[in-house]
């Protein structure tokens, strides 16, 4: 699509993208290519040489149990999360959408928790498991059950999410709603007519037209686990105990900036860049569908 | 709705209702808790919003927790600062960029749109170390403008607003060069107040986005004066084997969803246009 009236300047156009093509070029590219350029080097922790070493880094950390180990974290921890903040969502979302009296004040209550920061979900759940004074923490000590997710792994893994599944439940809803509003009413309605109950007007109707949303849900929870939730777990675990917690984009900032690995932090990178470039293609290409940018 | 049945009716608001407290509860417990003392807090919590209310937050914003250095109030003032320069920075770059791919036809002008474009695969989760370089390099750690322009560029943005210029009408654009105004005031004069919806659309996304900032100010701000407040209240918890302020974080976690909470709730439609529009 372009447009067909333009003006024609010599300079003003390239005045005009100069900030945007500034910030770009200085915050973006030059880092990303130094993160590229750095994981085939091997460099001493002075940064006074750097050898080039070709691929090993990247032998090295898949080969590293403990990288390994944060693979498989993330994994865990983006599907948990992607699933209940899905499913608790879509319920609310199918609840909020048959009601007439009261469903805009049902909506602003449920989409304000969008607006609080992750690491500020991670203080709030972190406060109430805390072992001393959480006051879930005490109450199922009281049912006899000990809770301290800065010794048990389960336990902090089970945290994190909820604190990072909680917050971005809201998100969903809003996309959910939308989804279900846009719906026929007529489908449902003939289907009514003909006498299938609401739960199965909701599966074999309302669930399959709602699919194209629960895909575009999916990659956005799954983009929003690995990327946007260092805060939740720099909050409440700081990636223990012993690594249960250690997402990928925790251990970047941890191996790199605490640990001074820049090779191997860098490497890491790579691997998370190709991610999100892969996630990124994939949500552009079903959006393409929708949008047309 | 499509029938009469009270029970399901009945089980909608149920649901709803319950789904609210869920998310309601751990805000709930935190305000409460930002109301007693620390004994109160240590040794027997009610869920009964105490007396120590005016005193906890007077205190956190005068004087902050022990050995932060900072006091809420000036963490608040950084985040703010934070927030408004990223918001306005993101907008004003992105309109005038977006003005140029599409009212002008220059060399470059797709290598400069793809350009823009991989910003939006390059988070700054995925090259911590690199940038933090370049920070250092261009002598703004523990500033403001370290704080702002590493996040001003944004694809988003952009796209969004190339969007909606695309959807102006040629004729307007026509019409204006027949009356003889240039690319400057055709901006000025009639695109720009035409965007309105789309900016406020956009300073919703933004302004929560900048507030919730939190690895990039984690990484650069070493200096108490220029910590934000969400990392204020990170230090407050590192107390090792002391005994965290309890109610002085709680206070602090309370006021630093303030603001982003309010301009989600007065500004509820342009936060949904913002959010379905651009998608993140």
Redesign the interface.
């Known amino acids: ?1 372009e ?7 010599k300079f ?3 005045l ?2 100069a ?3 500034a ?10 290519s ?2 590229v350029y ?1 994981s085939v080097l091997q460099e001493d922790p002075f940064g006074l040489s750097a050898t080039f070493v070709g691929l090993a880094n990247f032998v090295d950390i898949f080969t590293d149990e403990i990288y390994l180990h944060s693979i498989y974290v993330t994994a865990v921890f983006s599907l948990s999360v992607a699933v209940i903040a899905m499913s ?1 969502s879509l ?2 979302a199918a ?2 959408d ?3 009296k009261g469903a805009t004040a ?1 909506k ?14 991670g ?6 498991f805390n072992p ?2 959480g ?1 879930i923490a ?1 109450y199922m000590k009281v049912l006899g059950y000990e809770w301290n997710h800065s010794l048990n792994g389960g336990q902090a893994m089970s945290l994190v999410v909820i604190a990072a599944a ?1 917050r971005e ?3 969903n809803f ?2 959910f709603l ?1 989804g279900l509003q846009a719906i026929p009413k007529p489908f ?2 003939a289907a ?1 007519i003909d006498g299938a109950s ?1 739960l199965k007007r909701f599966w074999t109707i309302t669930f399959p037209l709602l699919s194209p949303t629960a895909f ?1 849900l999916i990659v ?1 929870n799954i983009v929003y686990a690995f ?1 946007d939730t ?2 939740v777990i ?2 409440i675990t700081d990636g223990g105990p012993s690594n249960a917690t250690n997402i990928m ?1 925790y251990k ?2 941890h191996d ?2 605490l640990g001074l690995d ?1 090779g191997g ?2 490497a890491q ?1 790579v691997v ?2 190709i991610i ?2 892969s996630l ?1 293609v994939i ?1 552009f290409r079903y ?1 393409e569908r929708k ?1 047309n ?1 | 709705m499509v029938e009469h049945r009270p029970w399901l009716t009945f089980l909608t608001h149920a649901v709803l209702i319950s789904g609210m407290l869920l998310l309601v509860f751990p805000i709930y417990v935190t305000f409460v808790a930002s109301s007693h003392s620390l004994d109160e807090i240590t040794s027997n919590f009610s869920l009964l919003p105490g007396s120590h209310l005016v005193e906890n937050y007077t205190r956190a914003l005068n004087v902050g927790s022990k050995d932060v250095g900072a006091t809420v109030g000036t963490m608040m003032l950084n985040s703010l600062i934070m927030a408004l320069g990223i918001t306005i920075g993101k907008i004003a770059i992105s309109l005038i960029a977006a003005y140029a791919i599409v009212y002008f036809k220059f060399r470059f002008r797709m290598f400069f749109f793809w350009m823009i474009f991989i910003t939006l695969m390059l988070p700054v989760e995925v090259r911590i170390l690199p940038t933090y370089k370049v920070a250092a390099d261009l002598n703004i750690l523990d500033s403001y403008s370290g704080l702002i322009f590493p996040l001003i560029a944004s694809a988003t943005a952009t796209f969004l607003f190339r969007q909606f210029f695309m959807t102006v009408p040629d004729e307007l654009c026509e019409a204006a060069r027949i009356d003889g105004s240039g690319p400057i005031r055709f901006f000025f004069d009639i695109l720009l107040p035409m965007s309105r919806t789309s900016i406020a659309a956009l300073f919703v996304i933004l302004f929560i986005y900048g507030w919730n900032q939190y690895l990039w100010p984690l990484l650069i701000t070493t200096d108490e004066s220029y910590y934000t407040l969400l990392i204020g209240i990170k230090r407050m918890l590192d107390v090792g084997e002391g005994q965290a302020e309890w109610q002085i974080i709680m206070a602090s976690t309370i006021l630093a969803m303030i603001p982003p909470v309010l301009v989600v709730i007065f500004m509820q439609k342009q936060f949904v246009k913002g959010m379905t529009e651009t998608e993140k």
Do not use: C, D, N
Request: proline share 6%; hydrophobic share 65%; no cysteine.
């Open positions: 699509m447009k067909r009236v333009v003006f024609k300047h003003l156009p390239y005009l993208v900030p945007q093509i910030i770009t070029i200085v915050f973006f590219i030059w880092p990303a130094q993160a750095q608790v319920l609310l609840m909020a048959r009601v007439i049902y602003t209550l449920i989409i304000w928790p969008y607006a609080v920061a992750p690491a500020v979900a203080v709030l759940w972190y406060f109430l001393t004074v006051i005490l909680w439940i809201s998100y809003l996309f939308a449902i309605e009514a609401p575009f956005m990327f260092f805060g720099h909050v984009v970047v900032y790199g900036f820049l932090s860098a990178s998370l860049m999100v470039i990124t949500q959006i949008v940018y």
